[in-house]
């Protein structure tokens, strides 16, 4: 290849005079786009090529690309430094020439100008763009060039006027209108199909759309026909001007407009800026999510490296700070984006470290005063102090010669957080312009941090509530296995009217409820609260499932009017093997059925919502087996708008049927088949039971006679029949307990017998019978009372005791703990108390 002049014949008016071509738009430029293949041969050549280089279209397909465009690296790389474009990251000079482009031996994007020595016009200096490309199909290589002198609307090359003009890379995204200038890429391929164009304008616009810098505040994008902007032509004129002025006051003029043009060109690109990064922050209420917008907004355009860092009571979710911060104040660093080598940064400063900031720190002034605090460049000795004052970390190489501008984010003249930001030595320093700019960028942050810290705050609040309503259920009671899920209906409505419950009934029996109040937010949750309260206090006293939904319906009506609920109320019986269920318009439960895994919606009285007041509630006994399974759950597991809900209904008990590992994989199933992760509205409560059944040989009963006599003989009777399960080391708790409570009762039983039963299952459950409706009260005894000590006793020894009324009276219950090592002993270790009977 013929190389280009050297340096020092590049000067106005060495080159040739050429004239423009015919076909060449005023104000417009021929932009030559070549594709090369894997092989190094030319498979697109486009009509600028052919204009630019000289082969057709014909004579340049197929033939090697280093053949057809005969040109070399103008500058090096030192003379590029000393024109002032050390700074542009991605401007000539920084990478491989165009001939190592064409060679292949560039694997990322190139750009940089290049002479072409051509026998009819002489000299020609050319601005380049390389594109290396990857895909199925055979292009490798994407090359975009154009004459450097025809940007300038003058028909000879103008050296110290080209110089001022450089090839880069910018997201398109950049430019006003960048939707048009994606669409309009596809035309630099017009010979393609659309498949390769799209493929290869894909990769362009994710590798950098191609851009003319004119200095570090303008640039601008190349268009398929590379309009040039009015502003570039001014920009020419100007400093056409003031290089060849004749006299001081011309150039001064001159000088003095090119001066306000490029202030006025600076503080346009900050607005830009300013409007692109506000655009691109506050996508999201995730206070996680917004930082990082924030940081890689800023990097590597306004700096090259920017860490976050945020009070703890921020990133808690906590309230608003407390009073201003000072140097026990701790930070949490959030987010560090640099474009540094990998992992630089991240053992000195790991993101999620919490720190105090000394007071002799510029980090320290800025949170406190409130103000931007900028240092053009941090010198040697400045580093080394600033380091000084951290311990267990030297962050001098990270920080010397760099520089710094720390801004603080800020709402309602809170400091929340603040941001550091430094620039690579090689870059221009921060300036009062910068300082403005980080200011203004800082305090659109903070407010967009502000408004998702708030919405963590609410959130958690929310989820606070949520879960102190909701119950923390035993996936283990008496003759039954439990599993349930509850999901809200909305990221912004955590809080909602679904509940569910277990509780603990007399007998061994459990009940089960799913109730749903009318609504979403506080309020629902709310009488969601009292509701659920009511329930489990009627249900303590062992109301019938049908007359616990009238009281619930009467408390809902004397609570307000706007109180309205569906809920289903169900008792489980393990030892008769039956349910007791009550309706009042919530959907049905599903029953499947152990012994064939069929599943069937429960025909039950749908019954009027609680609050309607005025109508009967019904209830149904229906018959179960060990291993059938309950399914209750709300309308939002099966309500899809625009739907019957019938056919969510159905699908619900198709998937109930699956056959599962365990009760949490089964209600995981049921939550994916009914694909409640897709976009419900609606909160989701689902409940699932699964009927195990206590077997007769796991309990005893007996009829004890009303007299005093009867305790000696409820002791033997216990002491037998846990030998007869080998739970002789439980024996002596159980007597005394027992004891105790057969006592109480034939002392206060009018005519009837009394009922003596013990349960085995994961403990023993003691409960005692009789025909006197008042329950007995936990008194404190004095020395010489006669009575008032047995339930005491009851209540230290036993794991858990309980009273409630019956239709026929009360029943006394207590449940003890199943010795794992053959000793029968109580909660607090102390040794059990001997019965002196």
């Known amino acids: 290849m013929e190389r280009g002049p050297s340096r020092g014949d590049d000067r106005v008016g060495a080159a040739p005079q050429v004239p423009a071509p015919r076909d060449t738009v005023p104000g417009r430029i021929p932009l030559a786009v070549v594709v090369v293949d894997a092989a190094g041969l030319v498979s697109h050549w486009s009509t600028g090529a052919r204009k630019l280089f000289g082969p057709s279209r014909e004579d340049a397909v197929g033939t090697p690309a280093v053949d057809l465009m005969p040109v070399s690296g103008a500058l090096g790389e030192e003379e590029w430094s000393a024109r002032g474009w050390e700074d542009a990251a991605d401007g000539p000079g920084n990478g491989p020439d165009l001939e190592a482009s064409l060679g292949g031996r560039a694997a990322y994007p190139t750009a940089g100008r290049a002479r072409m020595a051509d026998v009819e016009r002489g000299t020609v200096d050319l601005l380049w763009w390389a594109y290396p490309l990857v895909g199925p199909g055979a292009e490798r290589l994407l090359v975009l060039a154009a004459d450097a002198a025809r940007l300038h609307g003058h028909d000879g090359p103008d050296d110290a006027e080209n110089e001022r003009f450089a090839p880069g890379f910018a997201l398109h995204t950049d430019f006003e209108g ?118 890689e907004a800023v990097v590597p355009r306004f700096t090259d490296v920017a860490g976050t860092y945020l009070r703890e009571q921020v990133v808690a979710g906590e309230g608003f700070p407390d009073g201003p911060p000072d140097a026990t104040t701790m930070w949490h660093r959030v987010a560090v984006e640099h474009n540094d080598e990998p992992g630089r940064w991240d053992d000195v400063v790991p993101v999620g470290e919490s720190m105090p900031f000394p007071v002799h720190t510029p980090f320290f002034q800025c949170m406190t005063t409130g103000e931007p605090v900028l240092i053009p460049r941090i010198s040697e000795e400045l580093g080394n102090a600033i380091a000084a004052q951290f311990e267990k970390r030297d962050i001098s190489p990270l920080i010397n010669r760099r520089s710094l501008l720390v801004v603080p984010l800020k709402a309602r003249n809170v400091v929340l957080g603040f941001m550091i930001l430094l620039r690579h030595p090689e ?38 509530l949520q879960d102190s309503m909701l119950p923390h259920i035993a996936p283990r009671m008496a003759g039954c296995d439990t599993a349930t899920r509850y999901l809200p209906g909305t990221r912004l409505g955590r809080v909602g009217g679904d509940w569910f419950d277990t509780i603990k009934l007399p007998g061994s029996r459990t009940a089960f409820v ?105 209830a149904v006994t229906v018959p179960v087996a060990g291993g059938d399974r309950l399914v209750l759950c709300t309308d939002g597991l099966v309500e899809v708008r625009g739907e019957d809900i019938g056919v969510g209904l159905a699908a619900l008990a198709e998937s109930a049927a699956h056959p599962a590992a365990s009760m949490d994989d089964a209600c995981d199933a ?22 195990n059944g206590i077997a007769p040989e796991d309990v005893a009963e007996w009829r004890l006679a009303i007299d005093a006599r009867e305790a000696g003989r409820a002791r033997r009777l216990v002491r037998a029949q846990l030998a007869s399960w080998a739970l002789e080391t439980a024996s002596e708790t159980a007597e005394l307990l027992v004891s105790e409570v057969v006592t109480n009762a034939v002392r206060h039983a009018h005519t009837q017998h009394v009922v003596l039963r013990l349960v085995r299952t994961d403990a023993l459950l003691c409960e005692v019978s009789d025909d006197d409706h008042a329950l007995p009260q936990l008194l404190s005894a004095a020395d010489d009372d006669e009575f008032g000590r047995g339930l005491r006793v009851v209540s230290r020894l036993a794991r858990e005791w309980g009273t409630s009324r019956t239709a026929t009276g009360k029943t006394v219950w207590f449940e003890q703990n199943l010795p794992r090592d053959g000793g029968a002993w109580p909660r607090d270790g102390r040794t059990p108390v001997r019965d002196s009977a």
């Open 178 to 295: 960048s939707e048009v200038l994606a669409a309009q890429l596809p035309q630099i391929l017009p010979s393609m199909s659309p498949q390769e164009s799209a493929r290869i304008v894909s990769q362009v616009l994710e590798l950098g759309y191609p851009v003319l810098e004119i200095s570090q505040q303008e640039r601008f994008p190349v268009t398929p026909d590379w309009g040039v902007p009015r502003r570039v032509e001014r920009r020419t004129r100007l400093l056409r001007a003031a290089s060849g002025a004749q006299d001081a006051q011309t150039a001064a003029e001159a000088a003095a407009e090119l001066e306000s043009d490029l202030e006025y060109a600076a503080v346009r690109e900050r607005l830009e800026f300013l409007n692109e990064v506000s655009g691109r922050i506050g996508s999201s209420l995730d206070l996680s999510h917004t930082i990082q917008e924030v940081s």
């Open 427 to 464: 870059r221009m320093e921060f300036n009062d312009m910068d300082r403005v700019t980080g200011a203004e960028l800082a305090a659109r942050a903070g407010l967009v941090l502000d408004n998702a810290r708030m919405y963590t705050y609410q959130e958690n609040v929310a989820e606070t």
């Open 514 to 618: 799913v109730g749903d109040v009318m609504g979403h937010g506080l309020n629902s949750a709310a009488m969601m609260g009292q509701l659920r309260t009511a329930v489990q206090t009627m249900a303590g006293i062992d109301m019938h499932p049908a007359q616990l939904l009238r009281s619930l319906d009467d408390l809902a009506q004397r609570l307000g009017d706007n109180y309205l609920a569906t809920c289903l109320y169900a008792v489980y019986d393990p030892i008769g093997q039956q349910l007791v269920i009550a309706n009042a318009g919530h959907i049905p439960p599903v029953l499947v059925r152990a012994v064939d895994g069929r599943s069937e919606l429960l025909d039950l009285p749908t019954g009027a919502p609680i609050g309607v007041g005025g109508v009967p509630f019904e």
């Open 670 to 691: 049921i939550i994916r088949a009914l694909n409640v992760t897709g976009g419900r509205k609606d909160d989701v409560a689902l409940l699932m039971a699964r009927l």
